[in-house]
């Protein structure tokens, strides 16, 4: 049983592998990387398609079922961890956070797509009947240019990604994109930065709706409408979030990590923990661990 969760830099993988880029088959993968089945994170972008097997993926703790067909899109830090059921097989992308920055205009454009913005329900899709043969083309061109020796291998590659990603977010049947102005866009990412910034100390939507300008109506009407849910939540979350992060870590004390996320007392951070996982953050611990 590991007492913390380890983070795995993209170096640290091998494989097909130039600078910050990780392309190869999951099969292989899967059987050379035993952490996998343990709860870890990712310095990197990790993006999955499974094309046969089974079992399940926890992602930030909440369980999957994995089937064939399958897309998992993971950012940098998410925590998640594998559990398969006999042979797996697929591909895996592994990209750097500054991979395609020199090569776009937006640097965070990919962050646009819906699957890249850290939300774990959006980030599993299945991939319907008539686009699976484009998309596994997508994965085996990226895998033959690993093998060119042009000036242009790169920028084809980032190509060949864009390409994917733009296709998966037009062929996701089951969701509905937003047509998300550019103004919304960069509040939105504002908020979630300042969020990522703050959580421990500030937990208010009208302290957050100050630091950006605007007020707490316009905050929770922008964030009911790209997230659906009100601005109070989507704080609530990230705090959440980093608690179940830490408990996983054995060596901190259930009041350390109260200490940590800026509670009064442990008995407060508990009584909160519980009323919104239904379980105390103890239970919590003993359930994560359980084997």
Wanted: aromatic share 16%.
């Amino acid at each position: 049983m590991k007492s913390e969760i380890p983070t795995y830099d993209i170096q640290s993988i091998g494989g097909f592998q130039y600078d910050d880029i990780y392309v190869g088959r999951f099969g292989p993968y899967s059987g050379t990387h035993q952490h996998l089945h343990y709860p870890h994170r990712h310095s990197f972008y990790h993006v999955v398609l499974f094309t046969e097997g089974a079992g399940s993926h926890a992602i930030d703790f909440e369980k999957f079922e994995v089937q064939p067909w399958q897309i998992y899109f993971m950012i940098p830090g998410q925590v998640h961890s594998w559990s398969f059921d006999g042979d797996v097989d697929g591909y895996v992308l592994n990209f750097s956070s500054s991979y395609f920055q020199s090569f776009l205009l937006q640097s965070d454009y990919i962050q646009r797509f819906s699957f890249f913005q850290g939300i774990t329900q959006d980030s599993v899709i299945q991939i319907p009947t008539d686009n699976r043969a484009k998309i596994k083309d997508i994965f085996e061109r990226v895998l033959a240019a690993g093998g060119y020796n042009n000036l242009h291998r790169e920028d084809y590659i980032k190509v060949l990604l864009l390409e994917l990603f733009i296709l998966v977010s037009h062929t996701a049947i089951h969701r509905t994109e937003k047509d998300i102005s550019s103004y919304n866009y960069l509040l939105l990412k504002n908020f979630q930065r300042l969020i990522e910034a703050n959580f421990k100390m500030i937990r208010l939507p009208k302290d957050y709706a100050q630091l950006l300008y605007i007020t707490p109506n316009h905050l929770n009407a922008l964030c009911n409408d790209l997230l659906g849910m009100p601005a109070g939540e989507v704080i609530r979350n990230r705090v959440l979030l980093e608690a179940k992060r830490l408990l996983v870590n054995l060596d901190l004390s259930i009041n350390q990590i109260s200490l940590q996320l800026n509670f009064s007392d442990n008995s407060y951070f508990t009584k909160f923990f519980k009323k919104y996982v239904s379980m105390t953050p103890d239970e919590f611990r003993k359930k994560t661990f359980r084997k």
